[in-house]
């Protein structure tokens, strides 16, 4: 079956909550405990949809199998010196690792952000998530930084990987 990325409507955020929350108790994708609450991702949704911040979704048939946004990088209001640079983040089910879903995604986030000027794309990534690093690197990200034992998760510290892409906005 096809997978076409569109932009997630109000009607998906149920599916991006689940495919977010189902590796928070048994993975270091995410450094936080609990999971999240589907009314609370929904003002996530309105609230990245207010800062003109895309939220895109892998659809497949009718099922979201993957999803991916961008925002902030260390609060552009705050300090707008930042303003060209962006953080993202994809989630895609785990049935559909290896299937070239994530890079439909990662590519067509890249297209939204070079098509609003944006210069920089940032990956935060942990350090033991070898192979979704390989995949920023496959796709254009460079790591920048790793930063020893900054996060904790299951009672052992973890490092964190700062992978950065070049964009070329038109």
Known sequence: MTVI??????????AITALHNVLIPTTTTEWRDEPHDPADRAAWMAAKAERGFPVLVADEGGTVVGWATYGDFRDSIVRPGY?????HTIHVAE???GTGVASQLIEALVAEAEAAG???MVGALDGDNERSIRFHERHGFVVTA???GIGEKFGRRLDLVL???ELHPG
């Open 5 to 14: 990325i569109r932009a997630a409507t109000h009607d998906d955020h149920d």
């Open 146 to 148: 790793r930063m020893p």
């Open 118 to 120: 944006l210069r920089v």
């Open 83 to 87: 303003r060209f640079t962006v953080e």
């Open 95 to 97: 049935t559909h690792w």
């Open 163 to 165: 992978l950065q892409r």
